[in-house]
């Protein structure tokens, strides 16, 4: 499975802190940190973190980065949107090539 997910705190924590720039790096790097720390393949861009894998193993990884998140925060935000093809591996590349293909023929 391939499960791209987008995760960010929100609201105040409990001592009323809250950096006043409303940038979330902080907390998505926390995320990122414990996505790529689990060994699974994956990918960052500006708005996903996409990871490769089993479905128990991939939702872990998620369940713990939310709360890594949390830490950030009151609330929690997630998107999660997942690409479920049982008997693939390597797609996380291999999706992406085969439309860089698809792009090239057309020229």
Known sequence: ?????????SG???GGSRPTDASVHDA???AVRI?????LPNRTDSM?????????EVFDVVKRATEAVGKFGSRV????KAD???GYEGELSAKVDRLEGAL???S
Request: a negative charge; glycine letters at 8%; zero cysteines.
């Open 1 to 9: 499975m391939l499960l791209a997910f987008s995760v960010a705190p």
């Open 12 to 14: 105040t924590l409990a």
């Open 28 to 30: 998505v790097a926390a």
């Open 35 to 39: 996505v790529r720390e689990s060994g």
């Open 48 to 56: 996903f973190t996409t990871i490769e894998g089993e479905w128990d």
């Open 77 to 80: 935000s997630l998107v999660i």
């Open 84 to 86: 479920i093809r049982p």
């Open 104 to 106: 090239s023929e057309g």
